[in-house]
Nanobody, 122 residues
């Protein structure tokens, strides 16, 4: 079964850190660009970060730039999102998705995970 599974979300205080994981099963991630997206209650889905197939291109939205790092471990078939200096406005469900083009265009999204909830609150 082809699927992505996110994990690592939870409740964290403002200024805290979390590392989200996006693990693939049934296929290998290294063929794809992988994007992270988030959706807060009542808001549209937002692209947060992306790493290209060759790892030479990474993308960060302005809202998270400087606070978030994306990386992948092909041996573990997993992509990570390291989040630091978290703010209440980072509260959302975070999803990962494969992009079949291998580049971070945000258009050829195929497999999605079920999401992991991040809540930033004191």
């Amino acid at each position: 079964q082809v699927q992505l599974v996110e994990s690592g979300g939870g409740l964290v205080q403002p200024g805290g850190s979390l590392r989200l994981s996006c693990a693939a099963s049934g296929f290998t991630l290294d063929y794809y660009a992988i994007g992270w997206f988030r959706q807060a209650p009542g808001k549209e889905r937002e692209g947060v970060s992306c790493i290209s197939r060759s790892d030479d291109i990474t993308y960060y939205s302005d809202s998270v730039k400087g606070r978030i790092t994306i990386s992948r471990d092909n041996a573990k078939n997993t992509v990570y999102l390291e989040m630091n200096s978290l703010k209440p406005e980072d509260t959302a469900v975070y999803y990962c998705a494969t992009e079949s083009s291998g580049s971070c265009t945000g258009r050829y999204l195929e497999v999605w995970g079920q999401g992991t909830l991040v809540t930033v609150s004191s």
